[in-house]
């Protein structure tokens, strides 16, 4: 059953990612002031909102963890982090890409863009940290409280365009009513394909979770077989 | 408060922190022009680097220390809370950093012809603020990382990027204050974002630690 319902969000997923691309490239015209390049956003902006929404995600499983000590939330909080490592990449890739082409260089050292540097070099630490620990009880405890110590940064970067002058294009949808300035028909795409993306992260954290858990079994069973 | 008398008998960390600062200082004035006028907007950066650097010598001493003979483990075992027993060590290490800055500002000012003290106190504010930030992260990742393979690489490495936030709003108002500025309007975000960085990390820190040392 899960099987099944990972897979079939898979293909959904795939189908409106696929959907979406036709959209992007076929039916919405080129931006007035960029060009063609301005479709980056579609990729960019769900990506940075993955990568958000997964870190808040670890770091809720991280306070579960260490107050159930349940290790199923271990293995979603070390899952999540290694997908969202992938879409913080993206995120910084597409972007700079992006920034190529609008301000004529790859990196400018503002404060969204440092800041989110920062906090996905935090998050490779915490792979680090897992890595240099052996025994799983402690590296667990160990990876959970990195995980809540690293979050704050997420938080510095989602503000930083409103703390700081940067740079770094304002919000382009806001939650609050219709004040943003995109068109509508880009809207849509935008939050569509932010489902797609959303639904592919999911699915990978789910694989990955499920390959984390085996992992830990696996794990026990061989010291078991030791003792013996 | 025990890390503090042993330091104050042993004096092994605060010499070796010290002169690495000045080294340190030393060898900036090779990277570039010691006697341009730039230096005075590159201060606040040079100074809290130094500091970052010097702190991770404090810091990663700051468990390690307890490891002969297993003190640490006598340590936790002993009727205090994990908090208690992480309070004093940040604060020990608060000291010790504090001492180093004091020493190495003075050392700084005379190499680098900077006359730092036009804005003496609110100064001392900023480094009394950012100071408790490094230690407090700092001497919760040295829990962290006591007993880790690569404990040396480690610690550098998690403890750095967190403390990003506290350092670049130091080196900024430091900048302003040791150019002569009083902190402004446009320095007011970095001040805050100082203050939320020590309230948040000690918060953090005293809640988590006992996590990471008793478990």
């Not at chain 1, 365009?161 to 806001?174: A, C, E």
């Not at chain 2, 605060?14 to 730039?38: C, G, K, M, T, Y």
């Not at chain 2, 006598?74 to 309070?87: H, K």
């Amino acid at each position: 059953m899960r099987e099944k319902l990972i897979y079939g969000t898979g293909v959904f997923a795939a189908a409106l990612l696929v959907y979406n691309l036709y959209v992007m490239l076929m039916n919405l015209p080129d931006e007035a002031a960029q060009g063609a390049v301005y479709r980056i956003i579609f990729f960019h902006v769900p990506a940075a909102w993955s990568f958000m929404i997964g870190a808040l995600a670890a770091m809720v499983a991280s306070i579960l963890f260490l107050v159930r000590k349940d290790f199923k939330y271990d293995a979603f909080a070390a899952a999540t982090t290694e997908v969202i490592l992938v879409f913080g990449a993206i995120n910084l890739i597409t972007g700079m890409i992006w920034a190529r082409y609008a301000w004529g260089i790859w990196w400018a050292w503002d404060a969204r863009l440092t800041s989110m540097l920062i906090s996905w070099l935090m998050y490779g630490g915490y792979l680090m940290l897992r890595e240099a620990l052996d025994e799983p009880t402690q590296r667990a405890r160990f990876a959970a409280v990195l995980s809540i110590l690293t979050f704050p940064g997420v938080i510095v970067t989602w503000n930083a365009i409103k703390w700081w002058r940067t740079q770094h294009p304002g919000p382009v949808l806001s939650i609050q009513g219709n004040k943003n300035g995109m068109d509508a028909d880009m809207q849509n795409t935008l939050y569509l394909n932010f489902l797609a993306i959303l639904l592919f992260t999911g699915i990978l954290i789910a694989v990955r979770m499920r390959q984390e858990i085996l992992r830990r079994e696996l794990d026990g069973l061989r010291r078991e077989a030791h003792s013996i | 408060m025990k890390d503090l008398r042993s330091e104050i008998r042993g004096k092994e960390t605060i010499n070796a922190s010290l002169s690495f600062s000045i080294v340190i200082l030393l060898l900036f004035s090779f990277a570039f022009d010691p006697d341009s006028e730039q230096i005075q907007a590159m201060a606040g950066g040079l100074l809290w680097l130094v500091f970052a650097f010097a702190g991770a010598l404090v810091i990663n001493r700051s468990f390690a220390r307890d490891l002969p003979n297993d003190c640490l483990d006598a340590l936790i075992a002993s009727p205090i809370s994990a908090a208690a027993l992480f309070f004093g060590k940040a604060v020990a290490n608060f000291v010790l950093l504090l001492t180093i800055e004091l020493v190495s500002l003075p050392v700084f000012g005379l190499f680098y012809n900077v006359n730092w003290t036009r804005q003496f106190w609110s100064l001392m504010l900023v480094v009394v603020l950012a100071t408790w930030g490094l230690s407090v992260v700092g001497t919760i990742f040295s829990a962290m990382t006591v007993n880790m393979r690569l404990r040396e690489l480690m610690l550098p490495m998690l403890v750095y990027p967190i403390m990003i936030p506290c350092l670049m709003a130091a080196i900024q108002l430091s900048a302003a204050l040791i150019a002569g500025r009083p902190v402004g309007e446009a320095d007011l975000i970095w001040l805050k974002l100082l203050a939320g960085f020590d309230v948040i990390y000690t918060a953090l820190a005293l809640t988590l630690v006992d996590n990471l040392l008793v478990g």
